[in-house]
């Protein structure tokens, strides 16, 4: 065999090498951004569903039994006209006594308060009368303006700690189900180009749930894998795994096209 040759041989094999090493890279990255983006869509539709319930759950209630408006004030003088505008930011939290029924978990207790929170703005202008001796009359308010809402995107957040708690009292399987796992890395992988056969399977601290695939096998030291469902306290009991049985195959396909292209 011509010393030409064994360099080519040499060359080609590198080339396959460094080819798969960059294929494999390039498919753990895409692997792990679907686990990411499953998991937080699994985690924003069941906070979604506890935020239906509850704004269900506020209006079957109906009037609430006490309310408490916590304000944040800012003052603006305006020398040039003598007014000083008086701006209120606050949460006006309404609490609503309400029989524990209304929940699905059982809690132990005979009653729960169910908290609504609202966005209040306000402005009031007041104008400030000046005597012929210079000296402040007082002031007599000249417009009012209140603006009540409900909580924006972010104030939404506040909820969510709560929420999650409540959450965490469910078992897995009232919480998820097989169907929506198996659609929503079907999807992600589409999105990304990658058509391959996977299994997948929820486990709560390295323990199978009844949330997986028939043939999922699990592998502790599989770096396909991320966190589901944190508890109120940001604790995580849950992860989501798949696996991919035909990997080799399709790897070796997609450097076989690759070789094909540049032929």
């Given at each position: 065999?011509s010393?030409s040759?064994l360099?080519?041989?040499?060359?080609?094999?590198?080339?396959?090498?460094?080819t798969?090493?960059?294929k494999?890279?390039?498919f753990?990255?895409a692997?792990?951004g679907?686990?990411l983006?499953v998991?937080d869509?699994?985690?924003?539709?069941?906070?979604a569903?506890?935020?239906?319930?509850?704004?269900?759950?506020k209006?079957?209630?109906?009037t609430?039994?006490?309310?408490?408006?916590?304000?944040f004030?800012?003052?603006?003088?305006?020398?040039?006209?003598?007014?000083?505008?008086?701006?209120s930011?606050?949460?006006?939290e309404?609490?609503y006594n309400m029989?524990?029924a209304?929940?699905?978990?059982?809690?132990g207790?005979?009653?729960?308060i169910?908290?609504?929170?609202?966005?209040e703005?306000?402005?009031?202008?007041y104008?400030?009368?000046?005597?012929?001796?210079?000296k402040?009359l007082?002031?007599?308010?000249?417009?009012?303006l209140?603006?009540?809402q409900?909580l924006?995107?972010?104030?939404?957040?506040?909820?969510a700690?709560?929420?999650?708690?409540?959450?965490?009292r469910e078992?897995i399987h009232?919480?998820?189900?097989?169907?929506?796992v198996y659609f929503?890395?079907?999807?992600?992988?589409?999105?990304?180009?990658i058509d391959?056969?996977?299994?997948?399977?929820v486990?709560s601290?390295e323990?199978?749930t009844?949330?997986?695939s028939k043939s999922?096998?699990?592998?502790?030291?599989?770096?396909?894998?991320a966190?589901l469902?944190?508890?109120?306290m940001g604790?995580?009991d849950f992860?989501?795994h798949?696996s991919?049985?035909?990997?080799g195959?399709f790897?070796?396909?997609?450097?076989m096209?690759l070789?094909?292209?540049?032929?």
């Amino acid at each position: 065999m011509s010393v030409s040759l064994l360099g080519i041989i040499f060359i080609q094999g590198y080339w396959i090498k460094k080819t798969i090493d960059f294929k494999e890279e390039e498919f753990d990255t895409a692997v792990a951004g679907v686990l990411l983006k499953v998991t937080d869509k699994i985690a924003q539709r069941e906070l979604a569903s506890y935020y239906d319930k509850f704004l269900q759950l506020k209006d079957s209630v109906g009037t609430p039994q006490s309310a408490h408006l916590k304000n944040f004030l800012f003052l603006d003088r305006n020398l040039s006209t003598n007014e000083t505008m008086v701006y209120s930011h606050g949460i006006l939290e309404e609490d609503y006594n309400m029989s524990a029924a209304f929940f699905d978990n059982a809690m132990g207790i005979d009653s729960t308060i169910l908290k609504s929170f609202r966005s209040e703005k306000s402005s009031l202008t007041y104008k400030e009368n000046i005597g012929l001796d210079g000296k402040s009359l007082g002031f007599t308010p000249v417009e009012k303006l209140i603006i009540s809402q409900e909580l924006s995107e972010a104030d939404k957040t506040l909820f969510a700690t709560g929420f999650r708690e409540l959450a965490s009292r469910e078992p897995i399987h009232n919480r998820l189900e097989r169907q929506e796992v198996y659609f929503q890395l079907e999807q992600e992988f589409k999105v990304r180009g990658i058509d391959i056969d996977f299994e997948y399977g929820v486990y709560s601290k390295e323990l199978p749930t009844r949330i997986k695939s028939k043939s999922f096998k699990y592998n502790p030291s599989s770096p396909y894998k991320a966190p589901l469902f944190e508890d109120g306290m940001g604790n995580v009991d849950f992860s989501l795994h798949v696996s991919f049985p035909k990997k080799g195959s399709f790897l070796l396909g997609s450097i076989m096209s690759l070789s094909l292209i540049h032929i």
